[in-house]
């Protein structure tokens, strides 16, 4: 694999391209929300610096150096992550695994490569590192990957070359979805690339589970089912949909708004191929027209849910929150 070969990300690559043809320097952070790829994309790169011959695409794919590091049998190359049950990397590992190890001479390539979780190292971590940063041996780059600068020492974030990671555009997270599982369904995979706001890792682990396509498809349902419910259904049947998701209901509101988002393309559109279920693009285009919800009625019950996004994050009665929002769904749905 190299960079070219990693969905998204071009400006990152792009500068960690540049040090692999020239003269890195010794300390590099990788930063991004956590399952944007920086483990993958610091791999890939370290791939490049221990290459006999590297280009600006990363490794070459063919050397020694990168069959060991497709292997994962490169002696020159360590990771220290957070170790399964832990809440912080140890000291000790951080003085035995790094510290202990950087004065000793490269074993196949020209110098050696060490990527650290630094989400997972507590101050006390940060400062047990921090003097080999300050003086580094000219034989080692440190590759470190974090979430949140915040959580770094001033001093260790003035010894390393920052480099973002933005959010995935959501025809790069589909692209990754449909290589992991060639037999996702199309609508599937958007649904879980538009509510994971970018973040691959997200998507994935979304793949992995039932709840979000069922809730979807219950959203869905409740949406276009709106006109013709009573309110004393609202208040009661639906309304308990909404007491089992509680944990979630802000994730509810996105769906829900999600789902508004597609009626109002159908709205204007109604042959535009925002949906690949022909069955629910019928529904939701025969609702529309039927009760002739437009653009502005839709951006009003969109409203509706920020007030009550708004009012559930402080903390408001729920039960009073969940069923004034679904009366004032009602209303604007039918007679907006």
Known sequence: MSFSELVGQNEAKQRLGVPLVGEPGHAFLLVGPQGI???TLGREFAKG????????????GTCPNCIYMREHTHPDYKELLLPS??????????????LG????????????????????????????????????PKHVVFILTVSDESKLLPTILSRTVSVRLLPNTEKEVVEVL??????????????????????????????????????YEEVTDFLLRLPEISKTELLTDVYSFFDEEKEHFQDVLMLMDMVLGEMAVLSLSPD?????????????VNVIKRYKINPARIGKMSSVLTVASRAEKANGNYEMIVCRMLLALKKECTDG
């Open 49 to 60: 610096l221990l290459c006999s011959h590297p280009t600006e695409n990363g490794g070459c």
């Open 101 to 136: 190890d950087v004065g000793i001479m490269s074993q196949i390539a020209s110098r050696k490569v060490y990527l650290i979780d630094a989400d997972a190292l507590a101050e006390e971590g940060q400062n047990a590192l921090l003097k080999t940063l300050e003086e580094p």
């Open 272 to 284: 535009s191929d925002r949906l690949h279920d022909k069955v629910k693009k019928d529904k939701m």
């Open 178 to 215: 449909k290589k992991n599982d060639p037999d996702i369904l199309p609508e599937e995979a958007e649904l879980f690339a538009h509510f994971s706001g970018g973040v691959i890792g997200s998507a994935m682990g979304l793949s992995q589970t039932d709840w979000l396509v069922n809730d």
């Open 85 to 98: 049950g832990e809440k912080n990397i140890k000291v000790a590992d951080v003085r035995s695994k790094i």
């Open 37 to 39: 790829g920086k483990k």
